[in-house]
T-cell receptor, first 115, second 113 residues
């Protein structure tokens, strides 16, 4: 399997612009997570999907952030409008159903810089 | 909510052993993990241990679990400069409807000659 695939790997954008990050989870995994990593706050869980349904979005920082999972093989995290404090690494991760496995796999991350 | 704590930094000399410690609060933890993050990369699974085990060894890596004290450690024997990275402790519980892993802040391991 190709693993969790994220795009873009790097993005530099101007404040106020819309940013869309994409994720393709591992085939057959039914849970998908979006994390944000910064030096100050470490690894934060933003939102968690199970069978394409958002289960817990309490980590989404503001209304400027939104996430969707239209099908089992694709998810997006959107920031609109973006701000400099959104600069971080955003990771997508996937996990199989409990009875099928126990390991969460991460993508390589999307490195976002908002100037 | 559940919590996972680890120290932020560890500095060791090349060739020495490194021990990275972690404590957690979820008494229903089923699996406990160690992930490694190299600069500019994602988190990669190093090893994991099932909660009914005390120890797991894999080449230079030894994982020790004290379930009573909710303490997990990762020992790296003969530490090399290539081991310099951030190491994350994580756990996943068995109870309840959700199956969400909880991660620590990560321990930055610095290996110097």
């Amino acid at each position: 399997d190709a693993g969790v695939i994220q795009s873009p790997r790097h993005e530099v954008t101007e404040m106020g612009q819309e940013v869309t990050l994409r994720c393709k989870p591992i085939s057959g995994h039914n849970s998908l997570f979006w994390y944000r990593q910064t030096m100050m706050r470490g690894l934060e869980l933003l939102i968690y999907f199970n069978n394409n349904v958002p289960i817990d979005d309490s980590g989404m920082p503001e209304d400027r952030f939104s996430a969707k999972m239209p099908n089992a093989s694709f998810s997006t995290l959107k920031i609109q409008p973006s701000e400099p404090r959104d600069s971080a690494v955003y990771f997508c991760a996937s996990l199989p159903a409990r009875e099928r496995g126990n390991t969460i796999y991460f993508g390589e991350g999307s490195w976002l810089t908002v100037v | 909510g559940e919590d996972v704590e680890q120290s932020l930094f560890l500095s060791v000399r090349e060739g020495d052993s490194s021990v990275i410690n972690c404590t957690y609060t979820d008494s229903s933890s089923t699996y406990l993990y160690w992930y490694k993050q190299e600069p500019g990369a994602g988190l990669q699974l190093l090893t994991y241990i099932f909660s009914n085990m005390d120890m797991k060894q894999d080449q230079r890596l030894t994982v020790l679990l004290n379930k009573k004290d909710k303490h997990l450690s990762l020992r790296i024997a003969d530490t090399q400069t290539g081991d310099s990275a951030i190491y994350f402790c994580a756990e996943i519980g068995a109870s309840g409807g959700s199956y969400i892993p909880t991660f620590g802040r990560g321990t930055s391991l610095i290996v110097h000659p």
